[in-house]
Structure formats: structure tokens, C-alpha cells
């Protein structure tokens, strides 16, 4: 295999895991998270590892 043959490769399944997951979910923009919070105000969602249980 050759560089470019496995560059394309890899380039056609990051674009098609892309172009699936647009096409099953299209994008809603008054439902999306902001890609950068900093500073909005928003609390934080979701898990950390090392997070101690309560």
C-alpha cells in the first residue's frame, strides 16, 4: 500500500462517518451546544472520570 492509497482511504471514511451522520441528524442550530462556552454562562453537562461520587 502506498501513502496516498491509504491517505484516501482514511480521507473517504472521515467523510463518509461525516456525510452519514449529517444525513441521519441535519444540523439544528437553536438545539446545538456552542462549540466554545467560554464565558457563557452555560453549566456543564455530562461525566469525569475522576469525578469522587457524592
Do not use: E, H
Amino acid at each position: 500500500m502506498t501513502r496516498l492509497l491509504t491517505a484516501s482511504i482514511t480521507l473517504a471514511g472521515v467523510f463518509g462517518i461525516v456525510l452519514l451522520d449529517w444525513v441521519v441528524t441535519p444540523a439544528n442550530p437553536y438545539q446545538a451546544p456552542p462549540i466554545l462556552a467560554l464565558g457563557s454562562g452555560l453549566t456543564t453537562s455530562g461525566g469525569f472520570c475522576g469525578a469522587l461520587p457524592n
